[in-house]
């Protein structure tokens, strides 16, 4: 079986140091989180930035701060920035950080109830013009999919020419709006894709760990992080990023399933930037 690709989602857009005072913020914490989860077996940073604050923010100029400052300790780790960014962000907005000309970006492919009345709203021209920025640049998209609609949009854009081939899907799986975090609704999506395709699974906050261990059992990768979850076990807050994915690579140990370095994750995800 392939070695594991671990992703960790270290910032978010939506959690805030209320949910747990490690969600980073400044450019320090962002570093100090990011290496944290690359020691532990993170090959792939999956990053939203904030203004000091805890704003979100898609601003470019913070991205390259930020970016520039994980490279600068951690050169390996691949880095791959959101352009989901916040609910009700502009589409040029969100894009800004693919002007930087990442290895990978996530490209969000279908409208969602995000909690209360907020709707995160990517229309199938939005999703066009995603894929084609992607193409335009070289960029690897990590097509997020928050139910099984959106990996049938995936594919209809890919026979379109928008989303090029192998695919690499993250399913998204327990958003009060999008698919449900269980085994049955995991095997649906896993078998909705493409032979050629690759997938990551990101359970949404009590869901982050048994569909984590399902992906590792499967031949998936596994995302986990503090914009999906903070806990490390029921009610005990996890400490970091870190403590997270040690937590992955313990139960893929167990599993029998190796870790995949930052390189060793370059050539299963076909990416050829670096
Ligand atoms: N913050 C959410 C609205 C992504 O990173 O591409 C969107 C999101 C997905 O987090
Ligand atoms: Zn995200």
Redesign the pocket.
């Known amino acids: 079986m392939e070695k594991l690709i671990i992703t960790a989602a270290i910032s978010?857009?939506?959690v805030t140091k209320e949910h747990n005072p490690a969600v980073p913020y400044t450019i320090e914490e962002c570093v100090r989180e990011a290496g944290l989860a690359y020691e532990a077996g993170a090959s792939i940073i999956?990053l939203?930035v904030r203004t000091d604050d805890g704003t979100p923010t898609q601003d470019k100029n913070r991205f390259k701060e930020v970016m520039d400052a994980i490279k600068e300790k951690y050169p390996e780790v691949i880095i791959q920035p959101?352009?989901?960014?916040?609910?009700g962000m502009t589409n040029d907005e969100r894009l800004e950080p693919t002007e930087l000309n990442p290895e990978m970006a996530?490209l969000?492919c279908g409208t969602l109830n995000?909690g209360g009345d907020e709707i995160?709203e990517n229309t199938e021209n939005t999703i066009k013009y995603f894929g084609e920025r992607m193409i335009e640049r070289n960029i690897k998209p990590e097509l997020?999919v928050f139910d099984k609609s959106m990996i049938d949009m995936a594919l209809r854009l890919h026979k379109k020419g928008f989303i090029k081939a192998p695919m690499h899907f993250n399913f998204v799986m327990g958003v009060n709006g999008g698919i449900s975090g269980t085994l049955r609704d995991f095997v649906f999506l896993r078998e909705s894709i493409p032979s050629d395709a690759t997938y990551c699974v990101a359970g949404i906050g009590r869901f982050e760990f048994s569909l984590a261990a399902a992906s590792i059992i499967d031949g998936g990768h596994v995302r986990v992080g503090l914009?999906d979850n903070t806990y490390i076990s029921k009610g005990v807050l996890t400490k970091s990023n870190g403590e997270l994915v040690e937590k992955v690579v313990r139960i893929a140990k167990e599993l029998g399933r190796e870790i995949a370095t930052p390189a060793e994750a370059r050539v299963i995800l076909g990416l050829s930037k670096k």
């Open positions: 978010g857009a939506e999956h939203h959101s352009t989901g960014g916040a609910v996530t969000d995000f995160f997020e914009e």
